[in-house]
């Protein structure tokens, strides 16, 4: 939990993207860069002012202070890696209750449909359902494991996917950190070191032997 209230406005506005050429588009890019700003230079207030205000509601400012100052480095670290380029613009929008489709802009003016209904499958009944998360389970196909998920869940899912992304390209930077016999290496993932990855040696190839935890030495 901790570790995504802090980026809340950061990944909202990552996701909607700017390319600085509408207007539009330059209020993105403007709110982005003072989100950064104010992230750089330790002022939370002025940070929580660009959330929006159901955000807000959600995420009340004493709370949002504390998850700033606990979170204090990987803020830092994630802010100086925001990148526009990488940016894009996303608009939802509601046909009727709980009916939306999703489109999504890489390039400026060039809409595509992300999500529409009829897109994904639509299990008529429990038992189908079951037989289809089976079958995408045995296929390996995420897409359509994730696509079978309720969207509450299915964020869930994907925000946790999104955290480790994180936490290993982190890693990734920390390399020189690493301890271990030749054979092992246990990297940080974060800003703690409460939480390591282990890689190993096998037939000499480094794979990823699984999460450690510092306290208790056992994987995760």
């Known amino acids: 939990m901790r570790a995504f209230y802090w980026m809340i406005c950061a990944v909202t506005l990552l996701t909607a993207g700017c390319w600085g050429r ?3 588009e330059k209020g993105f890019s403007g709110a982005l860069d003072e989100y950064r700003e104010a992230v750089l230079s330790n002022q939370p207030r002025k940070a929580y002012r660009l959330l929006d205000s159901d955000t807000q509601q959600k995420l009340p400012y004493a709370q949002f202070e504390r998850e700033w100052k606990t979170n204090r ?5 994630e802010a100086r890696r925001m990148k526009l380029k990488n940016a894009r613009m996303q608009a939802v929008i509601y046909l009727r209750k709980d009916v939306t489709a999703t489109m999504v802009a890489e390039k400026p003016g060039q809409w595509r449909v992300e999500d529409a209904p009829g897109l994904r499958p639509a299990p008529s009944d429990p038992a189908q359902l079951i037989r289809m998360l089976v079958s995408a389970l045995e296929r390996r196909d995420f897409a359509m494991y994730l696509s079978l998920l309720s969207p509450a869940y299915q964020k869930a899912v994907s925000d946790e996917i999104e955290q480790k992304i994180k936490q290993i390209e982190k890693a990734a930077e920390q390399m020189s950190t690493t301890s271990g016999s030749g054979e092992v290496a ?11 990855l282990v890689l190993r040696k096998v037939n000499g190839a480094w794979r990823v032997d699984g999460w450690e935890s510092a306290r208790s030495g056992k994987g995760k």
Do not use: S
């Open 186 to 196: 246990r990297i940080p993932l974060d800003a703690t070191g409460a939480v390591l």
């Open 22 to 24: 509408t207007q539009v």
């Open 73 to 77: 480095r990987e803020m830092v670290h």
